[in-house]
């Protein structure tokens, strides 16, 4: 009998310090766009009946939807600083019904699945689960415990023992996410602070580079893949908005394959506009890509500049320069194309480096500046480095915009530099 799976978005939790203790709103991080990751997983599981909670949009519908849909399995998915209340929603589930089965996923349980070695979590899926999860599914409808690459079972106050999946272009999803089961929330899918409604597609997914702050890396165990260009173009075509955010973490990393998606495009007269990430060294080796892409409709790139330094560039194993930043901002910009820029502050920052980000971000026109502080994600290179000096462990406050390592600065401080450099960013902003 094909499974009843109820696929969960949880809520924002996420928690913030300069908020609670000195008041300042204007850095909270709430996230809110479409589920893709449980839209794509919705279609690789069309042998079961399937549907999909978003409590970020409507926070209060677990119980009452457990009670309606009445799920043999409750999936969930998790950032980090969802963790902690993805296992509290976890054990809502349980106390409901015991005779549910829990499954978490994720950036998270890719990048620190021991975090979820714990009763009230079944099933740990490590990377994209797209193969595994149909086999879990399959395995649990036919009450069989196999072992099933990149899957884990769960066993508290034992380390987790699982085989590592070692990830192929099988991993991608061949037929469309499951668009329709997001239909009632899509109103809600808005950029606010612009107006603008976004809809989400994948070109590809993982990234060949290795940035020691990136939790990317372990969702592919490293390796890239960029979908089919006739899989895409189908997905564009049925996601209902006008303007597309192309979620792939490096969606130019394979310029041949880009090129050919714009040509394609183009082709099928597709009038739609596009937002991407791409690395300011794509930017400045193919600015002819660049260019076809704004001609098909590529309206901002989303780039990580991080730092203005090489050295600090360097700590980051980005592998990049300063110089090849500053190149690909004036190539952005003769081409007309909107530059949303991240920027990664540490919390080590003295005053004059908060001024000489600023400085930089108004003399090179940043369009939309981002900043974030720079945060030992647990799983990446630089946790490793620097676990002895976190001094902050509440995955609540993983947000990307609280200090868990110490600040140079006073606290109240650092946060109020960080606040003003965002206020001034975004006082004039478009995207
Ligand atoms: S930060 Fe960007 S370039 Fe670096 S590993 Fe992550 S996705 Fe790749």
Not at 59 to 88: G, H, W
Not at 138 to 147: N, T
Request: net charge negative; with cysteine; proline share 5%.
């Amino acid at each position: 009998m094909p499974m009843r799976i109820l696929l969960v978005n949880p809520p924002n939790s996420g928690r913030s310090i300069p908020e609670e203790r000195y008041g300042i709103t204007s850095l909270k991080q709430i996230f809110r766009g479409e589920p893709l990751g449980l839209e794509v997983l919705a279609a690789s599981l069309s042998k079961h009946e399937v549907r999909i909670l978003d409590l970020k949009v409507v926070p209060q519908l677990l119980e009452e939807t457990l009670e309606l849909f009445a799920p043999d399995i409750v999936a969930f998915t998790a950032m980090t600083c969802e963790a902690q209340a993805v296992l509290q929603l976890a054990s809502q589930v349980r106390a409901c019904d015991e005779r549910i089965l829990i499954t978490v996923g994720g950036v998270h349980a890719s990048s620190d699945p021991e975090f979820f070695n714990r009763e009230m979590i079944d099933w740990i899926i490590i990377g994209l689960g797209v193969q595994s999860f149909p086999l879990l599914a399959e395995a649990l409808e036919r009450g069989l415990l196999v072992e099933i690459d990149g899957v884990a079972r769960s066993q508290a106050g034992k380390k987790l023992v699982y085989r590592p999946r070692s990830f192929s272009q099988d991993d991608l999803l061949t037929i469309s996410p499951r668009y329709d089961l997001v239909h009632e929330y899509r109103p809600s899918y808005i950029l606010e602070t612009l107006g603008l409604q976004l809809g989400f597609v994948s070109t590809a997914a993982g990234c060949p580079f290795d940035c020691s702050f990136c939790c990317i890396g372990p969702l592919t165990g490293g390796r890239y893949f960029t979908a089919k260009i006739e899989n895409v173009i189908r997905d564009i075509q049925r996601v209902p908005t006008p303007v597309i955010r192309l979620v792939d973490a490096n969606t130019f990393g394979k310029p041949k394959h880009a090129e050919e998606l714009a040509r394609a495009i183009g082709h099928y007269g597709i009038k739609k506009q596009f937002i991407a990430d791409v690395r300011s060294d794509t930017v400045v080796l193919h600015p002819q890509l660049m260019r076809q892409w704004r001609e098909i409709g590529l309206r901002a790139v989303i780039i990580g500049f991080e730092e203005i330094d090489d050295s600090a560039l360097g700590a980051m194993n980005k592998k990049n320069s300063a110089a090849t930043n500053k190149h690909a901002i004036e190539i952005l910009h003769d081409l007309g194309i909107t530059i949303v820029g991240d920027f990664i502050i540490s919390p080590d920052y003295r005053e004059e480096q908060f001024e000489r980000l600023d400085a930089f971000v108004q003399a090179q026109a940043i369009e939309l500046p981002m900043y974030t502080v720079l945060t030992p994600l647990p799983g990446t290179a630089l946790h490793r480095e620097v676990r002895d000096q976190i001094i902050l462990d509440d995955l609540d406050y993983y947000t990307l915009t609280n200090a868990v390592l110490p600040t140079y600065l006073d606290e109240q401080l650092f946060y109020q530099r960080y606040a003003d450099l965002l206020a001034k960013g975004h006082r004039s902003a478009k995207v």
